[in-house]
């Protein structure tokens, strides 16, 4: 398997057939720590390309365990991360109000790589339990419209990788496959870049995969919708930009998304979002996320007209109602 790392080190980029062998190569630990690290460096340097990325998840899907779960009206909100930007829990606590708003939610995640808290990590501080226990996920799923798959319970070869992600702590390819593997592979999903090449990527892959998406970056750099600068946003049919002004509501000052320095903060941020005592510029944000997300699912829907709906809905509070935590 030496080959493939003197091809990364010669900055070629692998076909679809080798990229599938480097992931099933990690899975047989025919590879030790320093290559996959070098490896994953090296194609972080010059940028994954569409065949890797095709090639990643068909491995990773096939590899990965089942989950029966009906996602034929199901949507999954999940971004790559990676955008250095430490907001709170946008595509999170988005998942949560969708879902109390009576939307089915298949929720893929994990904890945080290359920041504080990620959704996995927010969650549990919530109190959710993490488990690929179908009868568990699926009482879940019945009760709350919501299942959180947490990746490296459903990806083996994740679980793998996970202590040399933690240790190199950066972005890595698995980053940007995250959104792209989910196991149940809902036919609606949100998800966000950190740049437009990848979105544009997503957008070739997603196109065939999905019977509504909508995929997210931000011009100033984020890798969700957050109204501190426009959006764009590539969809199955469509490019268009998102703003402040098109929820005719303020632009957003980015010190106002913070997520907190740890993981009892945000989780405190997110908690007291979903009870309708968020600052404005939380609810707004949340507000346009699961307008988008609404679009997902119908696109013919007003974009202004959800957005007000969502926030209505945030700021009552029924989220916390929904989710027992008043």
Same mark, same amino acid.
């Given at each position: 398997m030496n080959y493939l790392l003197e091809k990364i080190i010669g900055q070629a980029t692998l076909t679809e057939e080798e990229a599938i062998l480097f992931i099933e190569a990690i899975d047989k630990d025919l590879l030790n720590a320093?290559?996959?690290? =070098?490896? +994953?460096?090296?194609?972080?340097?010059?940028?994954? &390309? %569409?065949?890797?990325?095709?090639?990643?998840?068909? $491995?990773?899907?096939?590899?990965?365990?089942?989950?029966?779960?009906?996602?034929?009206?199901?949507?999954?909100l999940c971004g790559t991360g990676g955008d250095g930007k430490d907001t709170f829990n946008i595509s999170t606590t988005t998942s949560m109000v969708l879902a109390a708003m009576g939307y089915k939610v298949l929720k893929h995640g994990n904890y945080g790589v290359s920041s504080i808290c990620g959704s996995s990590n927010v969650l549990e501080e919530l109190g959710f339990n993490l488990t690929n226990d179908p009868l568990l996920l699926e009482k879940e799923f019945k009760q709350k419209n919501i299942a959180f798959l947490h990746a490296p319970l459903f990806h083996p070869t994740?679980?793998?990788?996970?202590?040399?992600?933690?240790?190199?702590?950066?972005?890595?390819?698995?980053?940007?496959? =995250?959104? +792209?593997?989910?196991?149940?592979?809902?036919?609606? &999903? %949100?998800?966000?870049?950190?740049?437009?090449?990848? $979105?544009?990527?997503?957008?070739?892959?997603?196109?065939?995969?999905?019977?509504?998406?909508r995929v997210v970056y931000g011009l100033d750099g984020y890798d969700e919708l957050t109204l501190t600068d426009e959006t764009r946003i590539l969809s199955e049919d469509n490019d268009y930009i998102r703003n402040a002004k098109r929820y005719q509501t303020k632009a957003i000052d980015p010190n106002e998304l913070c997520g907190g320095k740890n993981i009892q903060q945000a989780a405190v941020i997110v908690r007291d979002i979903i009870r309708g005592k968020g600052s404005a510029a939380q609810n707004d944000v949340i507000a346009a996320n699961t307008a988008e997300a609404l679009l997902c699912f119908n696109k013919n829907l007003n974009a202004k007209e959800a957005f007000e709906e969502a926030k209505a809905f945030l700021t009552s509070g029924q989220t916390a109602k929904h989710f027992q935590m008043n």
């Amino acid at each position: 398997m030496n080959y493939l790392l003197e091809k990364i080190i010669g900055q070629a980029t692998l076909t679809e057939e080798e990229a599938i062998l480097f992931i099933e190569a990690i899975d047989k630990d025919l590879l030790n720590a320093e290559q996959i690290a =070098g490896i +994953l460096i090296g194609i972080q340097m010059r940028g994954v &390309q %569409l065949e890797e990325i095709k090639g990643f998840r068909k $491995a990773l899907l096939g590899l990965s365990l089942e989950i029966d779960l009906p996602s034929e009206q199901a949507i999954d909100l999940c971004g790559t991360g990676g955008d250095g930007k430490d907001t709170f829990n946008i595509s999170t606590t988005t998942s949560m109000v969708l879902a109390a708003m009576g939307y089915k939610v298949l929720k893929h995640g994990n904890y945080g790589v290359s920041s504080i808290c990620g959704s996995s990590n927010v969650l549990e501080e919530l109190g959710f339990n993490l488990t690929n226990d179908p009868l568990l996920l699926e009482k879940e799923f019945k009760q709350k419209n919501i299942a959180f798959l947490h990746a490296p319970l459903f990806h083996p070869t994740l679980k793998k990788v996970g202590q040399i992600r933690k240790n190199l702590g950066v972005r890595t390819l698995f980053n940007v496959m =995250g959104p +792209l593997v989910n196991p149940s592979q809902p036919a609606y &999903q %949100l998800t966000g870049t950190f740049s437009l090449e990848l $979105a544009r990527m997503y957008q070739h892959v997603l196109k065939n995969q999905r019977s509504g998406y909508r995929v997210v970056y931000g011009l100033d750099g984020y890798d969700e919708l957050t109204l501190t600068d426009e959006t764009r946003i590539l969809s199955e049919d469509n490019d268009y930009i998102r703003n402040a002004k098109r929820y005719q509501t303020k632009a957003i000052d980015p010190n106002e998304l913070c997520g907190g320095k740890n993981i009892q903060q945000a989780a405190v941020i997110v908690r007291d979002i979903i009870r309708g005592k968020g600052s404005a510029a939380q609810n707004d944000v949340i507000a346009a996320n699961t307008a988008e997300a609404l679009l997902c699912f119908n696109k013919n829907l007003n974009a202004k007209e959800a957005f007000e709906e969502a926030k209505a809905f945030l700021t009552s509070g029924q989220t916390a109602k929904h989710f027992q935590m008043n």
